[in-house]
């Protein structure tokens, strides 16, 4: 069993910046893909960015690419969500996941591929 547990969520004004962590229990064989999806209130959750951490291959969503990082930290097992020029918009819960499952640019960001999940952090924009 993956324990997830996320961090660093806030409100900021658009324009500003967010740090996210996600601290993973040491088990690895249940984290071959992890990443982060995001849900706002009446609208499906989806995803924002994920990394395969054996080749450190990330996948982005359209609505954050050349906004957000994302990286890997084997030694500490976090997993963290740089997120710069934020916009209203990127308002949601944002939770952290894994799956012992291979991503690939075909379906990294599918909800559904993911097995363990987080409580989720809030984050909040405002204009």
């Known amino acids: 069993q993956v324990q997830l547990v996320e961090s660093g969520g806030g409100s900021v004004q658009a324009g500003g910046s967010l740090r996210l962590s996600c601290a993973a229990s040491a088990v690895t064989y249940g984290r071959n893909c992890m990443g982060w999806f995001r849900q706002a209130p009446g609208k499906e959750r989806e995803g924002v960015a994920t990394?395969?951490?054996?080749?450190?291959?990330?996948y982005y969503g359209d609505p954050v690419k050349g906004r957000f990082i994302i990286s890997q930290n084997s030694a500490k097992s976090t997993l963290d969500l740089e997120m710069n020029s934020l916009k209203p918009e990127d308002t949601a819960m944002y939770y952290c996941?894994?799956?012992?499952?291979?991503?690939?640019?075909?379906?990294?960001?599918?909800?559904?591929?993911?097995?363990?999940w987080g409580q989720g952090t809030q984050v909040t924009v405002s204009s």
């Open positions: 990394i395969y951490t054996r080749s450190s291959t990330t």
């Open positions: 996941a894994a799956t012992p499952l291979a991503c690939s640019a075909y379906d990294a960001l599918w909800p559904s591929r993911f097995a363990y």
